[in-house]
């Protein structure tokens, strides 16, 4: 896979360079859009909500630039990732003690389901879909935590379901959640919790007390 790969400048977080995949366009971004953008700008909107810094579940890791930022700060790190040259990178990307990588998807089934691709110039674009498949599925609640500060989504339109299978964690630990557009708000919502924030391309909830 190394020839699909070549390292970008970061210069975030004191990430000086990533391993990505040399084709992408998209999943990237830069200072002034895109996922790098998104974290300059957003980052500090949800962490100033996070009162323990123990363990933040993590997902779509993509290649690893959210984990790897994350780690800055979390003791534990869990990340998802279905697809294999994006994890490839992301394992590159995130050494050390305290990252639990799952090459696999984030819902509500254990099963193995497919993954689609609509672009080969955004690796930040694939997404599952229920139709038997190849990838392993991962449930929340399966990763038997002992703390949950902090849960961030941005699965393309799963976040419902990977919410979904997460409830019990939820229930026990009431981290701050963010969700792209939203998504999965009428999940989180009965069980306590208040859109309290919305960014350019994602809302924040917490519990309210």
């Given at each position: 896979?190394?020839?699909?790969?070549?390292?970008?400048?970061?210069?975030?977080?004191?990430?000086?360079?990533?391993?990505?995949?040399?084709?992408?366009?998209?999943?990237?971004?830069?200072?002034?859009?895109?996922?790098?953008?998104?974290?300059?700008?957003?980052?500090?909107?949800?962490?100033?909500?996070?009162?323990?810094?123990?363990?933040?579940?993590?997902?779509?890791?993509?290649?690893?630039?959210?984990?790897?930022?994350y780690k800055?700060?979390?003791?534990?790190?869990?990340?998802?990732?279905?697809?294999?040259?994006?994890?490839y990178c992301?394992?590159?990307?995130?050494?050390?003690?305290?990252?639990?990588?799952?090459?696999?998807?984030?819902?509500?089934?254990?099963?193995?389901?497919?993954?689609?691709?609509?672009?080969?110039?955004?690796?930040?674009?694939?997404?599952?879909?229920?139709?038997?498949?190849?990838?392993?599925?991962?449930?929340?609640?399966?990763?038997?935590?002992?703390?949950?500060?902090?849960?961030?989504?941005?699965?393309?339109?799963?976040?419902?379901?990977?919410?979904?299978?997460?409830?019990?964690?939820?229930?026990?630990?009431?981290?701050?959640?963010?969700?792209?557009?939203?998504?999965?708000?009428?999940?989180?919502?009965?069980?306590?919790?208040e859109m309290?924030?919305?960014?350019?391309?994602?809302?924040?909830?917490?519990?309210?007390?």
């Open positions: 896979m190394q020839h699909l790969t070549s390292m970008r400048e970061c210069g975030v977080e004191g990430v000086d360079g990533l391993l990505w995949i040399t084709r992408d366009s998209g999943g990237f971004g830069d200072l002034t859009d895109g996922p790098l953008f998104d974290w300059i700008e957003d980052s500090k909107h949800f962490m100033s909500h996070v009162k323990n810094f123990d363990t933040v579940i993590q997902a779509g890791g993509n290649c690893g630039m959210y984990p790897r930022f800055n700060y979390f003791k534990n790190v869990y990340t998802f990732e279905p697809d294999e040259l994006n994890f992301l394992d590159y990307n995130c050494q050390g003690e305290g990252y639990y990588k799952y090459q696999g998807g984030l819902g509500d089934t254990t099963e193995k389901l497919a993954i689609r691709k609509p672009s080969d110039n955004n690796v930040g674009m694939h997404y599952i879909v229920d139709a038997p498949g190849k990838i392993q599925m991962y449930r929340i609640d399966d990763l038997n935590l002992e703390s949950c500060d902090l849960i961030h989504l941005d699965i393309e339109k799963y976040e419902s379901k990977a919410l979904m299978g997460g409830i019990e964690t939820i229930k026990k630990f009431k981290p701050v959640i963010v969700t792209e557009r939203a998504l999965g708000s009428e999940v989180i919502i009965p069980l306590g919790y309290i924030h919305r960014m350019r391309m994602d809302a924040l909830f917490v519990y309210k007390e």
